[in-house]
């Protein structure tokens, strides 16, 4: 007899999660101190996506949800985790068997979307409501370029923040220390790779590029 640790009857095992990047602490990804999972594929073409790498749905790294649920689970002093890309929910099946696994250890869940709200609420893929269910804070919506402001939690004025659960209460924007609202983050692997995020201003990007002599 095989045994899961699902109560829930429907309970079917999910397919591999396309992985294309991950942080194991990140402070800029939501309140906290949070590990973030970036998923490879995006159907939206948002111009000015900062992670234009990972809007192709080509095979990136294959890993089992339950696997990346224990790495994360490894990791101390951390919040929660967040769900970004690519697109989580054209990968909802994986991420919520991920997500159901960390909330029940005690963790918060953060899930971007480039869809809007209204999408999601009206969508007919049978995953996606298992995503939302263990979504403490969705942000929905895909990037504007021309709507670009400095925010802690999203890139561009249109995408909303909504608090689907209760572990983590929509941040107001008036309680953000100053220079919170446009921050960049770098991490540097012990094999010398660098992870950049957060929720740069183009402002900040073109800065940043200026400096490091980049175009
Ligand atoms: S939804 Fe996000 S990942 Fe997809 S193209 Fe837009 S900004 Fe890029």
Redesign the pocket.
């Known amino acids: 007899m095989m045994v899961t640790e699902y109560n829930d009857p429907g309970y079917r095992p999910m397919s591999m999660l396309n992985l294309a990047g991950f942080l194991s602490r990140s402070a800029v990804n939501g309140p906290g101190i949070r590990a973030v999972v970036w998923v490879q594929g995006?159907p939206?073409?948002?111009e000015g996506?900062?992670?234009?790498q990972?809007?192709s749905f080509s095979p990136a790294t294959l890993v089992d949800p339950d696997d990346l649920a224990r790495a994360i689970l490894s990791i101390p002093g951390i919040d929660g985790v967040t769900f970004s890309?690519?697109?989580p929910f054209a990968q909802a099946g994986p991420l919520a068997e991920l997500g159901e696994r960390l909330r029940r250890a005690g963790l918060s869940v953060i899930t971007?979307s480039?869809y809007t709200t209204e999408q999601l609420a009206e969508g007919n893929d049978p995953t996606w409501p298992a995503l939302l269910a263990v979504t403490d804070l969705l942000i929905t919506g895909?990037?504007v370029a021309g709507l670009a402001a400095p925010d802690p939690l999203k890139?561009s004025a249109n995408q909303q923040v909504i608090a689907l659960g209760t572990r983590i209460p929509v941040p107001r924007k008036a309680a953000c220390p100053a220079g919170a609202g446009s921050r960049m983050e770098f991490t540097i692997a012990p094999d010398g790779t660098v992870t950049t995020t957060g929720f740069p201003t183009p402002a900040l990007v073109t800065e940043f590029s200026s400096r490091c002599g980049g175009s």
């Open positions: 995006c939206f073409r948002c996506c900062f992670n234009g990972f809007q890309g690519g697109e971007y480039g895909p990037y890139g």
